[in-house]
Nanobody, 125 residues
Framework: QVQLVESGGGLVQPGGSLRLSCAASGFSMAAYTIGWFRQAPGKEREGVSLISSSTAITRYKDSVKGRFTISGDNAKNTVYLQMNSLRPEDTAVYYC??????????????????WGQGTQVTVSP
């Protein structure tokens, strides 16, 4: 059974950092593209970053470039999102998702078949 479990969310002050983890089971991340998405109250879910696990190619939403870093550990079947210089507008529920294949780099939520339950990130003084 395919399962994705996020962890690492929490409350942090502006300028602070958090590291999110996405642990996969039931499949090997090495054959998938893993994306991080977020959804703030009243807003649509949006793509934040992705990593092609087999090639380590990454992509980022413009507003997080230089602040967020995605990485993967295929041996642990886990993908991480290091978030630095956090801003109040980064507040959202963060989800990881998996898409089979490694050659298409899209952050469209509808392109991802498997989703975790989400972890809350709140950036507030």
């Amino acid at each position: 059974q395919v399962q994705l479990v996020e962890s690492g969310g929490g409350l942090v002050q502006p300028g602070g950092s958090l590291r999110l983890s996405c642990a996969a089971s039931g499949f090997s991340m090495a054959a998938y593209t893993i994306g991080w998405f977020r959804q703030a109250p009243g807003k649509e879910r949006e793509g934040v970053s992705l990593i092609s696990s087999s090639t380590a190619i990454t992509r980022y939403k413009d507003s997080v470039k230089g602040r967020f870093t995605i990485s993967g550990d295929n041996a642990k079947n886990t993908v991480y999102l290091q978030m630095n210089s956090l801003r109040p507008e980064d507040t959202a529920v963060y989800y990881c998702a998996a898409r089979k294949g490694s050659g298409v780099f899209t952050l469209a939520p509808g392109s991802y078949a498997y989703w975790g339950q989400g972890t809350q990130v709140t950036v507030s003084p």
